[in-house]
Every structure is written in structure tokens, then in C-alpha cells.
């Protein structure tokens, strides 16, 4: 998951079913008992402004309060080494045709203003992930920029939602509820000589529709472990073709 505003375009948010929130109610307290997954070591490096909530399959896990406008969000963050070298993991970050494989319950991404020869710029984006069977699938359109340094092999991605208003913000998927966030930031670095790389995720979303803060909160929690995990999976799972952008990464 540095925006002025995130409130949904809708006139207000669409509640979901009674019975689908009597359900995720309960989900939400039976998945709030089951914290064997994360550890808590004596002390670790914190981010500034962040709290430290524990370490999940190689996940250091971080959260903080964020306010924007009239509303309270959860900011997450995860940060990891992986044993993957960034060739890898870039070349499956920036496959849009990869990214249903590991991007947890996404339906489907496209793309505009693509630039084959150059990362840089703005690029737009627009995501769709299911709901599930009875709970609306939520849309973003986002816009994304990227910072390359190939003398630090460093790269940094940021994802903002499109400015309240506009045509694209507007244009709103059937049976989808729009979602939004101020600020997606990833951010990869090689670590020299050991074929690994340092990544870091951190989120602040609002899903938008009328499922229950507690539920929200507690699927975003863990959001930065999922997807750095499936990540470095999905990377590691295909060898890399010669001639890419990031061959002598």
C-alpha cells in the first residue's frame, strides 16, 4: 500500500448482505484467535513511524494509523529478504500477464500508456479482484511510476488512485465498488553477490462498500506477507528468458 483524498465516488457506500456480514463476523473473531503464524522476537529495527506487529514466513510485519480526510485507515507494510536474484523478481513484478498468479483473489489487470522501451513515466492501471461469491468484486484505477537505479540496483514503484472525479474514476466496473488507495509503495534492492533481494511493500486502502473495519483490517494485516511471499514463489518458478529488460541485473 500522500494523497490528498481517498473518498469514494459513490454517493454513499453500498452495505453488503446481511447474512454475507453475519458470516465475516464470525470469520473475523475465529481468524483473530489464530495468531500461531506470527512470531514477536525481543526487538527488531522499526521504521520510523511504524509498530512492529511480529514476523510471518520470513515477513517482518508493520502497521500504523493513517488518517485521510474524514476517515481512519490501516496502513500495512512488510518488509523481507528473499532468496531470489531481483532479475527474477522484476521480470515477474512488471509481467501484468503474471500477475493474476500471484496476486492474491485478482481477476484480471490492464494497462494504458505503456511505454515498451522505458519504465519511467506514469502508466495507468486498472485492477479488478474478486469478491467472492456473494461480496462485490472491488476496482482500482491507479496511476504508477517507477524510479530505476541501475547503479544501486535499486528500484521503487508507487501506485496512487486517479483523482477523485475524472472520467476514469468514474467509470466503475458492473457490480464492482471502488476502491482506493492514497499510496502503494514496493520498493526492491539486490543484495550483492548472494543472489537475494531486499523487498519491501506498504499499503494504506480503503476498500470502499460496507464490510466491517474490524474484517478489513484483519485481511490487511496480512496482505504484505502474501504477496511478497507469493511473489518470490512466482519468481522462482520459471527461469528468466536471455535479452530481458533486467538480464544483467
Same mark, same amino acid.
Given at each position: 500500500?500522500?494523497?490528498?483524498?481517498?473518498?469514494?465516488?459513490?454517493?454513499?457506500?453500498?452495505?453488503?448482505?446481511?447474512?454475507?456480514?453475519?458470516?465475516?463476523?464470525?470469520?473475523?473473531?475465529?481468524?483473530?484467535?489464530?495468531?500461531?503464524?506470527?512470531?514477536?522476537?525481543?526487538?527488531?529495527?522499526?521504521?520510523?513511524?511504524?509498530?512492529?506487529?511480529?514476523?510471518?514466513?520470513? @515477513?517482518?510485519?508493520?502497521?500504523?494509523?493513517?488518517?485521510?480526510?474524514?476517515?481512519?485507515?490501516?496502513?500495512?507494510?512488510?518488509?523481507?529478504?528473499?532468496?531470489?536474484?531481483?532479475?527474477?523478481?522484476?521480470?515477474?513484478?512488471?509481467?501484468?500477464?503474471?500477475?493474476?498468479?500471484?496476486?492474491?483473489?485478482?481477476?484480471?489487470?490492464?494497462?494504458?500508456?505503456?511505454?515498451?522501451?522505458?519504465?519511467?513515466? /506514469?502508466?495507468?492501471?486498472?485492477? /479488478?479482484?474478486?469478491?467472492?461469491?456473494?461480496?462485490?468484486?472491488?476496482?482500482?484505477?491507479?496511476?504508477?511510476?517507477?524510479?530505476?537505479?541501475?547503479?544501486?540496483?535499486?528500484?521503487?514503484?508507487?501506485?496512487?488512485?486517479?483523482?477523485?472525479?475524472?472520467?476514469?474514476?468514474?467509470?466503475?466496473?458492473?457490480?464492482?465498488?471502488?476502491?482506493?488507495?492514497?499510496?502503494?509503495?514496493?520498493?526492491? !534492492?539486490?543484495?550483492?553477490?548472494?543472489?537475494?533481494?531486499?523487498?519491501?511493500?506498504?499499503?494504506? @486502502?480503503?476498500?470502499?462498500?460496507?464490510?466491517? !473495519?474490524?474484517?478489513?483490517?484483519?485481511?490487511?494485516?496480512?496482505?504484505? /506477507?502474501?504477496?511478497?511471499?507469493?511473489?518470490?514463489?512466482?519468481?522462482?518458478?520459471?527461469?528468466?528468458?536471455?535479452?530481458?529488460?533486467?538480464?544483467?541485473?
Amino acid at each position: 500500500m500522500s494523497s490528498s483524498s481517498i473518498a469514494i465516488s459513490e454517493s454513499s457506500p453500498t452495505p453488503e448482505p446481511l447474512f454475507v456480514l453475519l458470516a465475516l463476523f464470525f470469520l473475523t473473531i475465529f481468524a483473530s484467535m489464530v495468531t500461531h503464524d506470527l512470531t514477536h522476537p525481543s526487538s527488531t529495527s522499526t521504521p520510523s513511524g511504524w509498530s512492529y506487529i511480529g514476523s510471518s514466513n520470513g @515477513v517482518e510485519l508493520y502497521n500504523k494509523v493513517v488518517f485521510v480526510n474524514d476517515k481512519t485507515l490501516l496502513g500495512v507494510k512488510g518488509t523481507a529478504t528473499v532468496e531470489v536474484p531481483i532479475k527474477s523478481i522484476l521480470s515477474t513484478f512488471f509481467d501484468i500477464s503474471r500477475s493474476t498468479s500471484w496476486i492474491q483473489d485478482l481477476y484480471s489487470v490492464t494497462e494504458t500508456n505503456y511505454n515498451k522501451r522505458s519504465l519511467s513515466g /506514469r502508466l495507468r492501471q486498472r485492477y /479488478r479482484v474478486a469478491g467472492g461469491l456473494v461480496v462485490k468484486d472491488r476496482e482500482f484505477v491507479i496511476d504508477r511510476t517507477v524510479k530505476i537505479s541501475k547503479r544501486t540496483r535499486t528500484v521503487l514503484v508507487d501506485y496512487k488512485s486517479v483523482p477523485l472525479g475524472t472520467s476514469e474514476d468514474l467509470k466503475i466496473c458492473k457490480n464492482c465498488v471502488r476502491a482506493r488507495t492514497p499510496g502503494t509503495k514496493w520498493s526492491f !534492492k539486490s543484495v550483492e553477490g548472494e543472489g537475494k533481494t531486499s523487498v519491501s511493500v506498504e499499503a494504506v @486502502v480503503d476498500p470502499g462498500g460496507g464490510l466491517p !473495519k474490524v474484517l478489513v483490517d484483519l485481511i490487511q494485516r496480512k496482505w504484505p /506477507r502474501n504477496s511478497i511471499v507469493r511473489l518470490a514463489k512466482e519468481a522462482k518458478s520459471k527461469k528468466i528468458k536471455g535479452g530481458g529488460r533486467w538480464e544483467d541485473w
